[in-house]
């Protein structure tokens, strides 16, 4: 059983790498703006479906960009499949990765926290 795992972790990784070059180098789709950035890719089991988590930057409008990516995922399963070669090549199913917005606010309420612990201390 480990093994079919490892399998997966692989497969994760390198749908991670090839969909973000297929939408930084190859996407035309002009509503998609800004830098995208694939941060985790979840296969399915049966390798039907892709969850893919992408951190969205510099963006003028990232419901937008979020939009633009759904609407692609057709060209982008496309070229998945050139790519890698897999009997099946899995839905692909685009959600926003808010974890780095999350953590920059937590970092800026330590920041606010930090310096009047450091007062205190005086």
Do not use: C, H
């Not at 789709?29 to 510099?58: E, H």
């Amino acid at each position: 059983m480990p093994e079919s795992k490892s399998r997966l972790e692989r497969i994760n990784e390198q749908y991670k790498k090839e969909i973000g070059q297929i939408i930084n180098y190859e996407l035309k789709n002009p509503n998609a703006t800004g830098m995208i950035s694939v941060t985790r890719v979840k296969v399915t089991n049966d390798l039907k479906f892709a969850k893919v988590s992408v951190s969205i930057y510099n963006s003028k409008n990232v419901k937008e960009t979020l939009v633009a990516l759904k609407k692609s995922s057709g060209f982008i399963r496309t070229e998945l499949a050139k790519k890698v070669n897999l009997r099946n090549t899995p839905e692909i199913i685009f959600e926003l990765d808010e974890s780095m917005e999350y953590g920059e606010k937590i970092d800026n309420i330590l920041k606010k926290i930090m310096p009047k612990k450091e007062e205190e201390n005086k």
